[in-house]
């Protein structure tokens, strides 16, 4: 197919991985045409800026911090977490904008995080079979043949969800939150209740304290204020799984090419969909918004240089970004030669590293959890790599929250097995919580440092 042959819902006459079986398709298709009338929830000019921030991070004079939770909840859209989830992305930005002396750019994982690919497709308790839970905007976790039910009106849910989160967002942006002579805004209760261990606390403060007085001192001697510098900017970012709600959001904007999906600025796609002929592929190549592919250690050279192909083939500065999950004892074989085949196909994606999900395990109770342990190891020995390679390191993607949770492992604070019986809530992946996500920061700017 070319391009001339794709529309926003051409994907429709492909097999897609991972879809919906809706009891009721003409309320879906209701459902579907609402959203397709509804204003869009991002601009195509902060989609067009952010490519540009992104072209830049390819070229290691940028770096990206993708991060938030694994699924998000449409309860989770509370004032608490959405700021908690916003200084723990902003607070980790200023150490490794200090440590790395790059600018970063950030991109939350939420505003419209809600649908979830399934490794199986139902789930069996006492005999009992049911669909699996595939996240808010499909369906509701709890095992009855009702909460499991998908519903079409999620979807309105889920854009209404979104559209109220952005908007929190967007107001703490622009109302002073950002401001970078306060970065002490952004501060956590944990850091004042010293839940944070002394070396990783005092270095943070440091950094603080520097920002605001290097702004004061630029303020001096320019004798104005740094109105470019003002404020930090933020974007959005979604696993882009449920093609009826992505294509929905896809629209043509005045007096530029192509489509837009406003729905987000960076939808990615999951490593379950990324199929060269199936549907995802088929959505997303046709799409201008700069793409996320995941990346698994079974991925081989010809399989990536076609997606390239597929998803960019003018291999547009900025477009691509190759988010790799191998875990960190497959990452040493995996990577170097998916690093050689592009270096070598001329193509300069962004190369980011999500030490997440390949380096999941399940506990002897049954939990699925991640050692801090391997996800910091992931991702030192992929900034080695790179460097080896003569290749850049353009970001990372994290699962996290800046909320006191126990679901990941290990870490400075030491979080046991035990910890996890009351400390868990996400209902997918485990996240890094508050001090574990700090702590990284730190060991990714230290790694990032050592020539
Ligand atoms: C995820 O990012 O939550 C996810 C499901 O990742 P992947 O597609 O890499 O397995
Ligand atoms: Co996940």
Redesign the pocket.
Known sequence: MTAEDWSPTSWLGKPAEQSIDYPDPAALAAAVQRLHSLPPLVTSWEIERLRQRLAEAALGKRFLLQGGD??ETFDSCAPDQITNKLKILLQMSLVLSQGIGKPIIRVG?FAG?YA??RTSLTETIGGETLPSYFGDLVNSPGFTPEARRPDPQRLLDGYAHASMTLNFIRALMSGGFADLHHPEYWDLAFLERGNLAPAIRDAYLAIRGSIASSIDFIERICETPINELHRVEFYTSH?GLHLPYESALTRRVPRREGHYNLGCHLP???????QADGAHIEYFRGIRNPLGV???PKATPDELLRLADTLDPGAEPGRLLL?C?FGAGKVEAALPPLLEAMRASGRRPVWVC?P???NTITTASGRKTRPFESIAREVQLTIDLHRAAGSVLGGV?F?LTGDKVAECIGGASQVTEADLASGYESP??PRLNYEQSMELAFAISERMNRG
Request: glycine share 12%; proline share 4%; with cysteine.
């Open positions: 694994c699924a994982r995080q979830k690919p696993e990615w796609i999951g490593e379950r969909t990324r995941k990346i698994g988010i999950r999500d997440m999900h390949g993607h699962e997918t992946d």
